[in-house]
């Protein structure tokens, strides 16, 4: 069993994300495989394989999200730490090589959005800046090499 923790509004996006599918996406393959099967011979009919498979993938993805919400934690910001880097931490960081500096908050896996700046905990970045102080420099192991980053704030 793994946990995920989760923010409220991400808690609250991941059952609304599992409704649609449970009801609006069930509903529509159903229609399409009842479509294909109204079509005639089963066994060539191309339309309702497909929508066999589309079913499958859908129900397993209906279950992995299952599993997430039943294992799910909801975060209480107010009892974090905010003097190190811990999951919902807002962090100011510069590359000391060429002075860019970036922003990124770091969330559960599931809340991961990179344009919104919102980087997974579990992510190689993430994953090297949890526990870390503002002041440090850490070296960050990623696919292509190594990076460094400075860490400049820490908020909430």
Known sequence: MTVSYLTPEGFKKLKEDLEQLRSVERSR????????????????NAEYDAAKEAQGLLELKIAKMGVVMANARIIDESQLDSSKILILSKVKLRNPINKMEFSYTLVAEQEADLKAGKISVNSPIGNGLLGRTVGETVVIEIPNGTMQLEILDITR
């Open 29 to 44: 393959i159903s229609a399409q495989i009842a479509e294909a099967r109204d079509k005639g011979d089963l066994s060539e």
